[in-house]
């Protein structure tokens, strides 16, 4: 029994994977009911310590890259291209997580990596193509903005 367990579930992997190489999302079936029906591609971008993260800086320069980062974000955001996006908490090498809307891996990467940040070799990125429910209705909110 757990044999078949191990090898329903590997399946069900596997369709998650040749789906999210495909660029489409798997599709529930007869066999396989738990896999949502409004999954859609995305690219995971992972923000993570870049080659000069601990090169020393002022408050100053600090300050300035903080907003260049957050206004390319929140650019992105209001763009359509980042559908969420923000920091992790725990000061590890993984700085921060954004959903990204691209057409290829490639698209993605072009995308993140012209983030003030990214640029200033502070942090770099990780993308990683995902398959995840539908984020349409994903809305950030901005004061003095509507936001997407």
């Known amino acids: 029994m757990l044999s078949l367990k191990l090898s329903a579930a590997a399946v069900a992997v596997a369709l998650v994977c040749c789906g999210a190489m495909a660029g489409q999302a798997p599709q529930p079936s007869r066999e396989f009911p738990d896999i949502p029906q409004n999954l859609k591609p995305y690219f995971v971008a992972l ?8 090169q020393p800086q002022t ?18 955001v209001e763009a359509g291209k980042y559908l969420l996006a923000g920091p992790f ?13 691209a057409a290829s891996a490639e698209e993605a990467r ?3 990596t012209a983030d003030p940040a ?3 070799g502070r942090m770099a990125i990780e993308i990683h193509p995902a398959v995840l429910p539908d984020m349409g209705c994903v809305r ?3 004061q003095g903005g509507a936001g997407k």
């Open 118 to 120: 990214i640029q200033s």
């Open 47 to 54: 923000y993570v310590k870049g080659a000069k993260a601990d």
């Open 110 to 112: 072009q995308v993140a």
């Open 89 to 101: 908490m725990d000061d590890d090498r993984v700085r921060g997580i954004a959903v990204i809307r």
């Open 59 to 76: 408050n100053d320069e600090h300050n300035a890259l903080i907003r260049q980062h957050l206004a390319y974000m929140r650019s992105q």
């Open 140 to 142: 950030v909110e901005y």
